[in-house]
T-cell receptor, first 115, second 114 residues
Framework: EAEVAQSPRYKITEKSQAVAFWCDPI?????LYWYRQILGQGPELLVQ????????DSQLPKDRFSAERLKGVDSTLKIQPAELGDSAMYLC?????????????FGNGTRLTVT | AQSVTQPDIHITVSEGASLELRCNYS??????LFWYVQSPGQGLQLLLK??????LVQGIKGFEAEFKRSQSSFNLRKPSVHWSDAAEYFC????????????FGKGTTLSVSS
């Protein structure tokens, strides 16, 4: 079964440094999501793309976070500068068309530790 | 505002015993409801979903959930728990608008004792 690919699996960075995460959704999936999951919490949406367009980035801290999906396929999430509170699991998910009849498929996430 | 509440942070069940994980939602209209499971260090896997129709839905791995509109609940059940079911379980609600992202509860950690 096709999977959502994320890299790296783990990232340790010092505060004030820049960090980037990559996601390759399942082929043909138009909708891509970035979620942040703090330890002991449920995932919270950061940004949602439909093809290359941002549908919802209302919860994305835009002073330090940016996300792009230039060709409507893979996506990059960047944090600059990283802060201690950014330590979390960053999950990417994709769905065929964003409708609720096309379920979300999640990647295994990137575990970020900011020291 | 839409929200999901999972009242139990951690539950321990003996292997072979039955399981019920609670989920309550707050939403003005009929929501779409989901249960996901997450093993340590992994992404989330869909167990089951409810959109409409029969209020008892069957999912993978022997799980089922019942939608009760009067109680705004969508509890997850399994008649006999296996040790491999130990994981974190998340209830999620999706407003019935295409393209709107899911809202997750804080999760319930399930431990299985032998």
């Amino acid at each position: 079964e096709a999977e959502v690919a994320q890299s790296p699996r783990y990232k340790i960075t010092e505060k004030s440094q820049a960090v980037a995460f990559w996601c390759d959704p399942i082929s043909g999936h138009a909708t891509l999501y970035w979620y942040r999951q703090i330890l002991g919490q449920g995932p919270e949406l950061l940004v949602q793309f439909q093809d290359e367009s941002v549908v919802d980035d209302s919860q994305l801290p835009k002073d330090r976070f940016s996300a792009e999906r230039l060709k409507g396929v893979d996506s990059t999430l960047k944090i600059q500068p990283a802060e201690l509170g950014d330590s979390a699991m960053y999950l990417c998910a994709s769905s065929r068309d964003g409708g609720h009849n096309s379920p979300l498929h999640f990647g295994n996430g990137t575990r970020l530790t900011v020291t | 505002a839409q929200s999901v509440t999972q009242p139990d942070i951690h539950i321990t069940v003996s292997e072979g015993a039955s399981l019920e994980l609670r989920c309550n939602y707050s939403y003005g209209a009929t929501p779409y409801l989901f249960w996901y499971v997450q093993s340590p260090g992994q992404g989330l896997q869909l167990l089951l979903k409810y959109f409409s129709g029969d209020t008892l839905v069957q999912g993978i791995k022997g799980f089922e959930a019942e939608f009760k509109r009067s109680q705004s609940s969508f509890n997850l059940r399994k008649p006999s728990v296996h040790w491999s079911d130990a994981a974190e379980y998340f209830c999620a609600v999706g407003p019935n608008q295409a393209g709107t992202a899911l809202i997750f509860g804080k999760g319930t950690t399930l431990s299985v004792s032998s």
